[in-house]
């Protein structure tokens, strides 16, 4: 039999904890892999390498790149805070502040700059640059739910802060993917256009 710390009995090859289903999160200790504190944490891995595509195949400019990057540096914060109980002793490497949030929030007002308003519900698509930046932030949004899982279930323990933040950066990633497709157009919404009657001569 295999406990938490990966040792076995009769001298057997340990089993190691994450093939037992288990990880070690920071503060939290040892809890299993579909923990919502855990869940949280790969989640914002998983947003985080889609951040990555985007920059490495999108073609952005270097000031959005720049943008980026430090978001993906904020990811590891968050990743920091959510593995760190609010309420135990001592402190990790970062927390979540409104600070981070209000930073994106300055980010998007400056990038909605560069694209009209919306004139309908917006489809994912568009230019090569456009499609990576959705798929980020669709990624982005599931890390968003992840951690709100995780403040309800654990008020006590994890930063509500780190959901909010998650929240806006899901908004800048819509703002910079409307930006590059300002030359393009956005792809628009049409509803039921797909079983609409065609006209007797098509």
């Known amino acids: 039999m295999t406990d938490s710390t990966g040792t076995t009995s009769g001298n057997q090859p340990?089993?190691?904890?994450?093939?037992?289903?288990?990880?070690?999160?920071?503060?939290?200790?040892?809890?299993?892999?579909?923990?919502?504190?855990?869940?949280?944490?790969?989640?914002?891995?998983?947003?985080?390498?889609?951040?990555?595509?985007?920059?490495?195949?999108?073609?952005?400019p270097a000031?959005?790149?720049?943008?980026?990057?430090?978001?993906?540096?904020?990811?590891?914060?968050?990743?920091?805070?959510?593995?760190?109980?609010?309420?135990?002793?001592?402190?990790?490497?970062?927390?979540?502040?409104?600070?981070?949030?209000?930073?994106?929030?300055?980010?998007?007002?400056h990038y909605r700059e560069q694209a009209d308003a919306p004139e309908g519900l917006v489809l994912p698509g568009g230019t090569i640059a456009a499609a990576l930046l959705y798929q980020a932030r669709a990624s982005v949004r599931r890390a968003e739910r992840a951690a709100w899982a995780a403040v309800v279930r654990h008020p006590d323990d994890v930063n509500p802060e780190t959901a909010r933040y998650l929240n806006r950066l899901s908004t800048l990633l819509f703002t910079l993917a409307r930006g590059a497709n300002a030359e393009h157009g956005d792809v628009v919404w049409v509803p039921g256009s797909s079983v609409r009657a065609l006209p007797d001569d098509q």
């Open 14 to 60: 340990a089993d190691q904890g994450g093939d037992a289903g288990r990880i070690t999160l920071g503060g939290h200790g040892d809890v299993f892999k579909n923990d919502v504190r855990a869940v949280a944490v790969e989640e914002c891995d998983a947003a985080n390498a889609a951040i990555a595509v985007a920059m490495a195949g999108g073609g952005l």
């Open 63 to 109: 000031d959005i790149l720049s943008m980026l990057l430090s978001t993906q540096n904020d990811l590891f914060d968050l990743d920091a805070d959510l593995s760190a109980p609010t309420s135990g002793p001592g402190e990790p490497p970062a927390r979540i502040v409104p600070g981070h949030t209000e930073r994106l929030d300055r980010a998007i007002g």
